[in-house]
Nanobody, 124 residues
Framework: QVQLVESGGGSVQAGGSLRLSCATS????????MAWFRQRPGKEREGVAAIYFSGGTTFYVDSVKGRFTISQDNAKNTLYLQMNTLKPDDTAMYYCAIAKYGGLWNDYRTYNNWGQGTQVTVSS
């Protein structure tokens, strides 16, 4: 059984930093993307960043470019999202996800497995 468990969320002031982690277990075989999504209340789930299975290609939504960095540690089966210079607009529930097959990196329908989410709150 595939499990994704996020951690590292919390409350910070604007300009601060957080590092999210997503520990994966039970996943066998290759995958196409691993990604971070976020969802604000009343909003659709938004793709924040994704990394190709080889780790060589990454994608970011424009609003986080230059501030967020996605990375993975295959030895630890863990996905990370380093978030710097946080803004109140980054406040959301953050989810990690795995896509076994290809598709649009920022389309939630591409992804097969999801974590339960970790809350990030940024105050001004």
């Amino acid at each position: 059984q595939v499990q994704l468990v996020e951690s590292g969320g919390g409350s910070v002031q604007a300009g601060g930093s957080l590092r999210l982690s997503c520990a994966t277990s039970g996943y066998t075989g290759t995958y196409h993307w691993m990604a971070w999504f976020r969802q604000r209340p009343g909003k659709e789930r938004e793709g924040v960043a994704a990394i190709y299975f080889s780790g060589g290609t990454t994608f970011y939504v424009d609003s986080v470019k230059g501030r967020f960095t996605i990375s993975q540690d295959n030895a630890k089966n863990t996905l990370y999202l380093q978030m710097n210079t946080l803004k109140p607009d980054d406040t959301a529930m953050y989810y990690c996800a795995i896509a076994k097959y290809g598709g649009l990196w920022n389309d939630y329908r591409t992804y097969n497995n999801w974590g339960q989410g970790t809350q990030v709150t940024v105050s001004s």
